[in-house]
């Protein structure tokens, strides 16, 4: 947190009371994964510096990402302990891992891989063929499964096999 101490002067005239902290994980290869821009020292360090000015902290964390997901959370879990032994005020927000879109015309990792496996069940590109054998429907309905909080009933009706 890059405020001045005549900024940190406002934010205790304004009464600011607690600050929203997206820390979501303690791993930094997760944060660069997921474009966040920080590191966990970055967000160890605007902990402090809430705290030394009378703002408590409120943390997001995600849990389950795909890689490593019970490996992550657990660490997610052990570095929440750690902040609330050293801080115990802290507010703690946990959310389930949600991908971020790619960004407008970026290659979508997602849909690339969906290709892939399509391309290898069926032998031809998507769309080339109208065979839809039971190996690529099961694919890409393996495929939607961490995104199916985001399909409406009918969508996610048709994904599964």
């Known amino acids: 947190?890059?405020?001045s101490e005549r900024a940190w002067t406002l934010v205790r005239k304004s009464r600011?009371?607690?600050a929203y902290i997206g820390a979501?994980?303690?791993?930094?290869?997760?944060?660069?994964?997921?474009?966040?821009g920080t590191r966990t020292n970055q967000?160890?360090?605007?902990?402090?510096?809430?705290?030394?000015?009378?703002?408590?902290p409120e943390l997001s964390f995600m849990l389950a990402p795909p890689q490593d997901p019970e490996g992550e959370t657990?660490?997610?879990f052990a570095y929440i302990r750690?902040?609330?032994?050293?801080?115990?005020?802290?507010?703690?927000?946990l959310y389930m891992y949600a991908p971020l879109p790619p960004a407008p015309g970026a290659?979508?990792?997602h849909t690339e891989r969906a290709a892939s496996i399509l391309r290898t069940a069926s032998g031809a590109p998507p769309g080339v063929s109208r065979h839809r054998d039971a190996v690529g429907a099961a694919a890409v309905a393996e495929l939607l499964v961490p995104y199916r909080h985001s399909l409406d009933d009918s969508e996610a009706a048709a994904a599964r096999p």
């Open 43 to 56: 967000t160890l360090e605007a902990i402090d510096t809430c705290r030394r000015h009378g703002v408590i």
């Open 1 to 3: 947190m890059n405020l």
């Open 16 to 18: 600011l009371r607690m």
């Open 24 to 36: 979501e994980s303690p791993s930094d290869w997760l944060l660069h994964d997921i474009r966040k």
């Open 107 to 109: 290659p979508n990792p």
């Open 82 to 93: 750690r902040i609330k032994q050293v801080h115990p005020s802290t507010e703690i927000m």
């Open 74 to 76: 657990e660490r997610t």
